[in-house]
């Protein structure tokens, strides 16, 4: 096992709370911090590191953040008692939210300045497999910034993708991931309500199509939700308004079209304005159901 560490991972949502409990199992010492004082109550009534860990901040060899997107990070690391001013030289920033490539490079030339070494490493799994340690991370830095993070990576992940010495190129591999797991999403729900709409059951959907070429990871994982109509949030439709955003954004300063997440993103945008926002984002699935006049599993009569 990698030298025991002192980490604290800022964002204790189902993301970083997973990697956290990750961290607390393979033995390193976990400052659990959260805007949520329940959430870092909880992280330290399960095995947590008890105590302000910004006192302590001189301690932490690596901070992990799993914040909502590329505003909160920066916040975090250089708003008002910036975490960038308190760690000290030498110690590890592991940057786990989807954000432009060229907001990582930029985070990543400021804690340079600061004498941080910076990991782009954007995460991929859900909720699940952030409890189980086995996500999947897309990362991109230094030598340096990979081999002091080597313990958040080994406790975190099944499998890290080390896509050089580049900050942002990690960003840049999470943006292409996102726009094909929103546009599969939004195609799952089309192809589920089609077939609804066609007389075809969508139990006979769900039992034919990932035995047949048009299947996709995205359509085996979250068709069975609409099947069951349970749209407990395991991924928001929140989610996808900004993480398809992000992707346009940078298609857009580059001069690259994509009318397929663009596309996406509308029934993303009309799901979140319907009220769904907080729905699981098979959810998206209601958006077609509605325009279509048709009943999805779990509807009332």
Known sequence: MAQRRTIAVVGLGSMGKGMAGSLLRAGHTVFGIDLDERAARDFVAAGGAPGDAGERAEEIDILVLVVLNDVQTE?????????????????????????????????????????????????????????????????????D???????????????????GDA?????????????????????????????????????????????????SWMFENRAPHVVEGDYTPRSSVNIWPKDLGIVLDIARKSGFGAPLT????????????????????????????????????GDPA
């Not at 509308?266 to 077609?288: H, I, M, P, R, T």
């Open 75 to 143: 916040a975090v690391l250089f708003g008002p008692g910036g975490w960038a001013d308190r760690l000290r030289p030498g110690a590890a920033v592991v940057s786990c939210a989807t954000m432009a490539p060229d907001f990582a490079r930029s985070l990543a030339e400021r804690c340079l300045a600061k004498g941080l070494h910076y990991l782009d490493a954007p995460i991929s799994g859900g909720a699940r497999k952030s409890a189980e340690g086995k996500l999947s991370v897309m990362a991109s830095g230094s030598p």
């Open 145 to 163: 910034a990979f081999a002091l993070a080597a313990p958040v990576l080994e406790a975190c992940a099944e499998t890290v993708f080390n896509l």
């Open 262 to 297: 663009a596309a996406a993103l509308q029934q993303f945008l009309a799901a979140s304005g319907s009220g769904l926002g907080a729905e699981d984002d098979a959810a998206v699935a209601k958006v077609y159901a509605r325009n279509a006049g048709i009943r999805l599993p």
């Open 167 to 215: 900050p942002g190129s990690g960003s840049a591999m999470k943006a292409v991931n996102q726009l094909l797991a929103g546009v599969h999403i939004a195609a799952m729900a089309e192809a589920m309500t089609f077939a609804i709409n066609q007389g075809i059951a969508p139990e006979q959907v769900l039992d034919v199509i990932p035995k047949c070429a048009g299947t």
